[in-house]
């Protein structure tokens, strides 16, 4: 069974950069790893994504030139480095996996079947 354990999360004020960490059990290779977020009153919405195997990143418009994806393969390990953080990055973050090997063809909550627990981001302005 997959378990994802994110952390980094905590409070900076707008323009900081943090950088979130998910740490991961089980087989990774083929899959997809993902970050999403849920704002208070929001629905959870895609954030960036990285096939593990290739070099291959997606992201949401919203973060596009201020987030980065990447993966450590000997720590099993996926980062999120977030830059010129805004007030409206303020959320819970969570790590997923895909549920199938293979490439991903949308970036949406279902193509993902296992999720961590969360680790808060707040941006102060």
């Known amino acids: 069974q997959v378990q994802l354990v994110e952390s980094g999360g905590g409070l900076v004020q707008a323009g900081g950069s943090l950088r979130l960490s998910c740490t991961a059990s089980g087989t990774l290779s083929g899959y997809a790893m993902g970050w999403f977020r849920q704002a208070p009153g929001k629905e959870r919405e895609f954030v960036a994504a990285?096939?593990?195997?290739?070099?291959?990143?997606y992201y949401a418009d919203s973060v596009k030139g201020r987030f980065t994806i990447s993966r450590d393969y000997a720590k099993k390990t996926v980062y999120l480095q977030m830059n010129s953080l805004k007030p409206e990055d303020t959320a819970v973050y969570y790590c997923a996996k895909s549920r199938q090997k293979g490439p991903v063809s949308d970036y949406t909550e279902a193509i993902f079947g296992s999720w961590g627990q969360g680790t808060q981001v707040t941006v102060s302005s």
């Open positions: 990285i096939m593990w195997d290739v070099p291959s990143t």
